[in-house]
């Protein structure tokens, strides 16, 4: 039998999917600081704690939404924008590649869109820069000196913020999307030169009119990714 707070801790887990559409009702600060505050409790080796985050709403959001898209929608900066780091392997195969595929054409079909309409997709995927009408924009940097550990331990970070989010009601979206423009959001942030762009996170209440927050990805069962060895 599950003890309340058992309960509550799994819940705040479970209940956590990537949100693709907001409403507009704003985030209290206070709550915002409270949530990184309880997210700061993620171990990091030998305690070094490498994130850094920049909280946008407000002008600021806008600011860096309209720089982004600007460069997104930009037919002359087609394919002059690329990742720092290798987010995705350079060679897909199953079964990450079908798992990919499959949350993808989900989410179109579900938005009424087809693999012919490319304007459609595009369209889509340049919410992301919007951070999907979230009231709050998370951007999460890394000092440039911290290696791969470093970067297992900012993953905790960012759950312990997701998990805090939902057991506040809030729902997020990690954003990986942002990453092709690091150059774009260190300028229009102006992020010191040591900073790397992690990802970007959406914050906010999600809004369940839209057809897109019915998306409910699949997991493996425990014994597709598990052996117990006695």
Same mark, same amino acid.
């Given at each position: 039998?599950?003890?309340?707070?058992?309960?509550?801790?799994?819940?705040?887990?479970?209940?956590?999917?990537?949100?693709?559409? !907001?409403?507009?009702?704003?985030?209290?600060?206070?709550?915002?600081?409270?949530?990184?505050?309880?997210?700061?409790?993620?171990? +990091?080796?030998?305690?070094?704690?490498?994130?850094?985050?920049?909280?946008?709403?407000?002008?600021?959001?806008?600011?860096?939404?309209?720089?982004?898209?600007?460069?997104? %929608?930009?037919?002359?900066?087609? &394919?002059?924008?690329?990742?720092?780091?290798?987010?995705? $392997?350079?060679?897909?195969?199953?079964?990450?590649?079908?798992?990919?595929?499959?949350? &993808?054409?989900?989410?179109?079909?579900?938005?009424?869109?087809?693999?012919?309409?490319?304007?459609?997709?595009?369209?889509?995927?340049?919410?992301? *820069? /919007?951070?999907?009408?979230?009231? @709050?924009?998370?951007? !999460?940097?890394?000092?440039?000196?911290?290696?791969?550990? +470093?970067?297992?331990? *900012? &993953?905790? !970070? %960012?759950? =312990?913020?997701? @998990?805090?989010?939902?057991?506040?009601? %809030?729902? /997020?979206?990690?954003?990986?999307?942002? /990453? $092709? !423009?690091?150059?774009?959001?260190?300028?229009?942030?102006?992020?010191?030169? =040591?900073?790397?762009?992690?990802?970007?996170?959406?914050?906010?209440?999600?809004?369940?009119?839209?057809?897109? =927050?019915?998306?409910?990805?699949?997991?493996?069962?425990? +014994?597709?990714?598990?052996?117990?060895?006695?």
């Amino acid at each position: 039998m599950q003890s309340t707070e058992q309960a509550a801790v799994d819940a705040a887990i479970t209940s956590r999917r990537s949100i693709r559409a !907001f409403l507009p009702q704003p985030i209290p600060r206070a709550e915002v600081e409270e949530i990184l505050q309880v997210a700061a409790r993620a171990p +990091s080796g030998s305690n070094t704690q490498p994130w850094k985050v920049r909280v946008l709403t407000g002008a600021s959001l806008k600011k860096l939404s309209d720089d982004i898209l600007h460069a997104y %929608l930009d037919p002359e900066q087609a &394919g002059k924008h690329t990742e720092e780091y290798q987010y995705y $392997p350079r060679k897909w195969v199953a079964p990450y590649v079908d798992r990919r595929r499959k949350v &993808g054409w989900d989410l179109y079909a579900l938005v009424g869109l087809t693999r012919d309409d490319k304007a459609g997709m595009q369209a889509q995927h340049g919410r992301n *820069y /919007t951070f999907f009408d979230a009231p @709050v924009g998370l951007i !999460f940097t890394i000092d440039r000196i911290m290696e791969q550990g +470093s970067w297992l331990d *900012y &993953g905790m !970070f %960012l759950q =312990n913020i997701m @998990v805090a989010a939902r057991a506040r009601g %809030l729902d /997020t979206c990690p954003q990986a999307a942002f /990453t $092709p !423009f690091h150059a774009v959001i260190a300028e229009s942030l102006a992020l010191p030169e =040591n900073e790397q762009l992690v990802c970007g996170m959406a914050l906010g209440y999600a809004d369940m009119s839209k057809i897109e =927050n019915s998306l409910v990805t699949e997991r493996e069962p425990v +014994s597709g990714f598990v052996q117990f060895l006695d």
